[in-house]
């Protein structure tokens, strides 16, 4: 368990990638201090947030006396490591090559395609209204889900969670995807495996307690 307050969170209520590092940590019991920063009116952008991270982007993890830490799988691997318990990945390496390769689908392959910043560019230099932005996300979202769901689906790996009875990093990206697409209406393709598994991570406290609906500045 850690007792040192000793991290800041620099996120936004509705981001997938802030509500992953968000359930590590309360998982982890690791206290924080989370720091809104506001997508919706560009405060990413301002010269004191692009100070901590150039890429305007959150989450961005502040631990005191170091530079900070930014993309969510790095920041989530990076917890793990250092606060051990409970674990995040499995021991053995096939295993934990297949939880990696389950949050990739999720946060390397689905998210960055229906993130803010895409579809902002999307509808101010794409020319797309917002059914077309709304379609897009929607397509982008079933096919991420659907390719998750025939990974998992039938796989003697699958158990209760993603990769046996253990919450993983896979449970959590694809909870994040899940969580942020209920929340704005979006509609998901039929995944029973997928929906089962998320059914029962939102059961948890960590996962409950990190909703994006929960947290300071939700407008939802």
Same mark, same amino acid.
């Given at each position: ?7 800041? +969170? ?6 997938? @990638?802030?509500? !992953?590092?968000?359930? /590590? %940590? =309360? ?61 995040? +990945? ?6 934990? @090559?297949?939880? !990696?390769?389950?949050? /990739? %689908? =999720? ?114």
């Amino acid at each position: 368990m850690a007792n040192d307050p000793t991290f800041q +969170l620099y996120g936004y209520w509705g981001s997938m @990638a802030t509500y !992953r590092v968000r359930v /590590a %940590l =309360i998982l982890k019991n690791i206290p924080v201090n989370e720091i809104p920063i506001n997508l919706g009116t560009d405060e990413q952008l301002t010269p004191t947030f692009l100070s901590v991270n150039p890429e305007a982007a959150v989450p961005a993890l502040i631990e005191m006396g170091q530079p900070p830490i930014t993309q969510s799988i790095a920041i989530l691997e990076y917890l793990d490591e250092r606060y051990p318990e409970p674990p995040l +990945l499995p021991k053995d390496l096939r295993g934990r @090559a297949r939880v !990696r390769s389950l949050a /990739a %689908l =999720i946060a390397s392959d689905t998210h960055p395609l229906i993130a803010p910043r895409v579809r902002k560019y999307l509808t101010t230099r794409g020319a797309f209204d917002d059914a077309a932005s709304r379609d897009w996300t929607s397509h982008w979202l079933c096919r991420g889900l659907t390719a998750m769901e025939a990974r998992l689906a039938g796989d003697p790996n699958t158990g209760i969670f993603c990769h046996g009875d253990q919450v993983t990093i896979a449970d959590v990206c694809l909870t994040s995807l899940l969580v942020i697409a209920k929340l704005f209406k979006f509609e998901s393709p039929n995944a029973p495996t997928v929906n089962r598994i998320v059914a029962r991570c939102e059961l948890l406290e960590a996962f409950a307690r990190a909703n994006p609906k929960h947290q300071a500045g939700a407008t939802i």
